[in-house]
């Protein structure tokens, strides 16, 4: 076969570890960003720093691949389009368009008859006052939150003057789910049927950042299935091709909810990295690239522990990888409160 040389939109850690699985896979790749310091430079081929509208860079980036992807879901929709006219771009630009807005998402996944937690459309403050119902609660940004930033969780509305709200922002106001576990479920799709799935990942978080994750989560069995079967029914449904994360709330009632997709390879799939024989990110540049499907095996028991803001130092000047544990820096040039600066995975 001829050369393979991969687009990634987004040069952040997840575009860095997309990069460096291609590379052991012989494909080059050409990191798109609009972050001049990104890290991804550190670990792709060539790099292209310019804003996510620019249309003449759009096509200068387009003309040196041959199939685009994309590390992230905040990408205007009209720039994924207009590349998928001169290339591939994998997952398909409308599957991103529909999650990247936490509504249309929401809708999608409630069509499925798969539960979500209750939510409702926010578009000014008259709307949210009338609200109890869904008190105590999280406002969300319809569009561009991640880490949970546009979140302004609300225990009673009394208080939103004082949480100086830009109602210039669409919303949606989700109920607060009495959380018993967080669990994520990655699975790589690479045609009809056809995919690669990771047993379901417990997750922790602290101030809505990930913090922890580790497998096996300590989940039923009847969890187990459910969300593994919810995961691959979404991935289906989108006609998916690559990897995509689920991310669940199970409640004190044993309840289990979507609480949203990432159309992408996702931070608590780090571990898969050292813990099976074909990473999530390895089987996303596979699945896009159309290589070889692998199947999945499970080398070990594992857990990461994300290194945020200045977590890293002691790492950095310490630490040296030892048989069962596994550091690794960013590379990001500063270090910023509550920015994922690297990780550590232990194999158990
Ligand atoms: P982001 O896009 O920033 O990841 P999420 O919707 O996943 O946003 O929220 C981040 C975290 O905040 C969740 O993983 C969870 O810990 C907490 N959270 C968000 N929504 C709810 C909810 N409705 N009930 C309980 N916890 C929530
Ligand atoms: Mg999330």
Excluded at 32 to 57: H, R, S
Aim: charged share 30%; with cysteine.
């Amino acid at each position: 076969m001829s050369e393979i040389k991969l687009g990634i939109i987004g040069g952040g850690q997840l575009g860095s570890m997309l990069s460096k699985a291609a590379k052991e896979l012989n494909i080059k790749t050409v990191i798109y960003c609009d972050d001049k310091d990104a890290p991804g430079q550190n670990f792709c081929d060539e790099f292209i720093y310019a804003k996510y509208l620019d249309k003449n860079k759009i096509v200068e980036f387009a003309k040196k691949v041959n199939v685009i992807t994309y590390e992230f879901e905040n990408i205007p929709f009209e720039s994924l389009n207009d590349l998928n006219k001169l290339k591939p771009v994998l997952p398909k630009p409308s599957v991103n368009r529909l999650i990247q807005h936490r509504l249309a998402e929401k809708d999608f996944i409630n069509k499925l008859n798969i539960r979500t937690t209750r939510y409702v459309h926010v578009e000014n403050k008259e709307d949210l006052l009338t609200l109890n119902d869904f008190c105590p609660g999280i406002l969300k940004t319809t569009t561009m939150g991640y880490d949970g930033k546009g979140q302004y969780p609300i225990t009673n509305l009394k208080e939103i003057d004082s949480l100086k709200i830009n109602f210039n922002n669409e919303y949606i106001l989700e109920k607060l789910v009495k959380l018993k576990k967080e669990i994520s479920v990655i699975v790589t799709r690479f045609g009809n049927n056809r995919y690669e799935i990771y047993e379901p990942i417990e997750n922790t978080h602290e101030e809505q950042i990930l913090k922890h994750s580790k497998i096996p989560a300590e989940i039923s069995k009847k969890i187990f299935e459910q969300s593994k079967e919810w995961a691959i029914l979404i991935a289906e449904e989108l006609k998916y091709i690559g990897t995509l994360c689920v991310e669940f709330f199970i409640d004190r009632n044993e309840n289990l909810y979507v609480n949203e997709i990432a159309p992408r390879v996702h931070n608590s799939g780090h571990l898969t990295i050292n813990a099976y024989n074909v990473s999530q990110f390895e089987n996303h540049v596979r699945a896009v690239c159309s290589l070889e499907q692998i199947p999945l095996k499970k080398i070990a028991n594992a857990e990461m522990i994300n290194l945020i803001g200045d977590q890293i130092i002691p790492y950095r000047e310490n630490l040296k990888n030892k048989d069962n544990q596994f550091f690794f820096d960013y590379l990001k040039k500063d270090i910023k409160e509550k920015r994922k600066m690297g990780h550590l995975t232990i194999l158990k």
